[in-house]
């Protein structure tokens, strides 16, 4: 493997195995003075921007002909084309107005996410310092190009890859990129070749940032070319799946077209053989085609996902793709990152040991000095000595800063290492005063942090000891140092120190020596039997408080969450364990572990692993990838960019819209805007709510063309005439059920979406339950339906009005339908139609319709209908009730099964 050169066309190692001088002659630069102007301007021309490319936004006209690729709009397509071919105008133009409205509905709607999440990535434009010309100068990140030399510093972000040329107590947060919590330590030594991307310690890459520490780093790669550009690229290889939604409306399509194609042909030869006027049997043919054809499922369909979009707009997430949102409801596995999505990104100091075995407990979470000390849980003593020591130390021995919020709309953050941030915090919580403290016993001198040696130590001048030392470090680094090492004095540290490490907490210990200054030339050794331990002090990344709740909903909603990190093993299996990701028999995986993995072994052993930890962009992907294999449907959280091709890759990919790089939001068909894992829970309850209304959708369009093909077969076996006019049955499918299906699927949560399994990925959308319920309702239909039609003629009413009496009664059946359709177990009566006030509108609009086509003399001439009387009307609606009771007793004998 070889680096890209400016300016050259020669092979190198990788940048990271290189001196800092080899670096900056390969890079033709100048580590003091910077590139020349020309310089920039040729390299600028030769890279271009120092920026990842953006997918070019669809066209409206792309949006638009996207909505018409389904067999659905196929069928539609082909009865129009047959109604003009037998000059039937009016009725091909009611069809394609159809069709137009549901893609005009779908395009409106794909546009409005764009334009969300167009709005969600103008943030601030970056700004970067680096030397030109001899001078430090402030340019926009994208205006960088390989050979400049930036200037870093705690809070600033990496705008481009480079490596290191100069480094003081550099300290670089790298979850973005690498998964890991805590920020690293960095220095200006070359590395071996074969160094792993989280372990090269000489280089900075973009899309991190700088927690603590200075620097001066050589640009060797922007754009495409940086680690953050090839992982975007992995991602946009990723194969992007079709949805479980798209798979069933495929299926279910192909199985409409044979059936409607099979209905047409049986109608034109019964016709043909009843010697019937072959024009009058085309034209019913096409109506019952189209009735065959619920042509309102594809308007339904884009409304409920529409619907399910603007409510989980409301509940802080951006929908990608309309589609997503049933896919989440039907995850039956959900990966999530453990940086900031689980957790709160906010080192949390949780418990306290003292010399003489005393052990402190720490309320209160996150940056907000907020929370106390409690012993036996009982408060601390603000006298307490040796509290009063220790926290002074953490609070002197310390780079970083603690900032209150600017105003009502901000919160508590820390400048610098999250981990002495912790500190602060801690301290703050006692009641220290932390700028007093520092300014009563300023730092005359320090040691920096040493990575080897995992210490740190600064000198103050204090009112009660003029010179003081305090040290901070690993527990076992620090307990080396102090006096009575490897005694019992200090065996208990260990010991305590080595339960709080099982318990996933990152463990500091803390020593002071009195009247001691600080000597370079000894460093550390200078203090060796001398020091003073203090006591230790444990931290964590403290889940949020929600999430405990949202993984367990998801477990009873039959979702298995697993952990994904970047962090080590037995820290991602202690916050996964607290959080019930994992339980009893669950174990965690890390990277190496996982390549040692075969295929078969991994598809084997993927149900008892909980975390995966240390893992790799390329290994997030396997894991994705073995979970599909084994049947799940797989939904991936996180916010970095190395969780993008996973996202890409899932069957539904969950970004952050906080903390997510552009990267990860650009990969993921959902952005939670709140960063909240707990959004997912509402997520999958709004998609199960999304494919629910929509069953309801289906099974009210199935019941009732399938009462229409019945009736009208009937009739025609019994040597009936016609029972309908081919534009009553248009009216019917088109009107009445027009005004129902739109806002069936506007229907609120039953309250019982949670309790459910996912539906499985071969879920039809035509299932044996719905099957029973369609005989049920479309049997009592055609039973009132029918039996009214045959018992009127046979009375020998006039055809006209026998057929206006049957039309008014199939749509009535229809209204009693919908109230049905509402709920599998309960009651039409149990679920007031006011929750759905869309429901209750269209279903007053449908019956005023059907009034003004019985009643208006225009309406009478153009339907083939004549007024009928009022006892007539309420004789019709008496009948056509029979369908609502027929269902509310299966209704009854399901929920005594159930009970």
Known sequence: MTASIPDQAVAVPLWHALEPDETLRICDADAGGGLVPDAVSRRQREHGPNALPEPPPHPAWHTFVRQFKSPLIYILFIAALLAVALGHHGDAGVILAVVLVNALIGSFQEGRAERSMAALRQLSVLQVRVVRGGTEQVVQARELVPGDVILLEAGDAVAADARLLEAARLQVAEAALTGESVPVAKSVAALPEATGLADRRCMVYAGTHVTAGRARALVVATGV???????????????????????RLEQFGRTLVAAALGLFVLVVLLGVWRSLPLPDVLLVAISQMVSMVPEGLPVALTIALAVGMRRMAERRAIIRRLSAVETLGSTTVICSDKTGTLTRNEMTAVALWLPGGRELAVSGIGYAPEGGLLEHGQPVARSDAAVNALLEAATLCNDAELLAPEDERTAWSVLGDPTEGALLVLAAKWGIDLARLRRGA???????????????????????????????????????????????????????????????????AFATVDDDVLDPAAGFDGFGGRARLLGLIGQIDPPREEVKVAVAECRRAGIRPVMVTGDHKLTGLAIASELGIAR????????????????????????????????????????VEALQARGEVVAMTGDGVNDAPALARADVGVAMGITGTDVAKSAAE?????????????????????????????????????????????????????????????????????????????????????????????????????????????????????????WRLDQGAAETLVRAETFTLLAMCQWFNVLNCRSTQRSAFAAPLLRNRWLAIGLACSIALQLVVLYAPPMNSLFHTVPLAPQTLLVLAALASGVLWAEEVRKLLARRAAA
């Open 442 to 508: 300023p730092r005359e001198a320090e040691l920096p942090f040493d990575s080897d040696l995992k210490l740190m130590a600064t000198w103050h001048r204090c009112a009660e000891a003029p010179r003081r030392v305090m040290i901070k470090g690993a527990p076992e680094a620090v307990l080396r140092l102090c006096h009575g090492a490897g005694t019992a004095g200090t065996q208990g540290a260990h010991a305590a120190a080595e339960a709080m490490a099982r318990r996933a907490l990152r463990v500091l």
């Open 584 to 623: 009893d028999g669950d174990r965690a995986v890390d990277g190496p572990e996982l390549e040692r993995l075969g295929e078969a072994e991994l598809h084997d052993a993927l149900p008892a692993i909980a975390v995966f930890a240390r893992v790799q962009p390329a290994q997030k992907l396997r894991i």
């Open 225 to 247: 070319q940086t680690e953050v550009g090839r992982i975007a690229g992995l991602t946009e290889r990723a194969a992007e799946p079709k949805t479980p939604l798209e798979r």
């Open 670 to 790: 959902i952005v939670i805007t709140d960063d909240n894992f707990a959004t997912i829970v509402g997520a999958v309850e709004q998609g199960r709510v999304v494919y629910g209304n929509l069953k309801k959708v289906i099974l009210f369009l199935f019941a009732t063309s399938i009462d229409e093909v019945a009736v009208l077969l009937l009739a025609l076996l019994a040597g009936y005439p016609l029972p309908l006019a081919a534009v009553q049955i248009l009216w019917i499918n088109i009107v009445t059920e027009g005004t129902l299906t739109v806002n069936l699927v506007m229907d609120p949560p039953e309250g019982e979406e949670m309790k459910r399994t996912p539906v499985p990925r071969d879920d039809p959308l035509v299932d044996r339950t719905m099957v029973a319920r369609v005989l049920v309702m479309a049997a009592a239909s055609v039973l009132v339906t029918f039996g009214w039609f045959a």
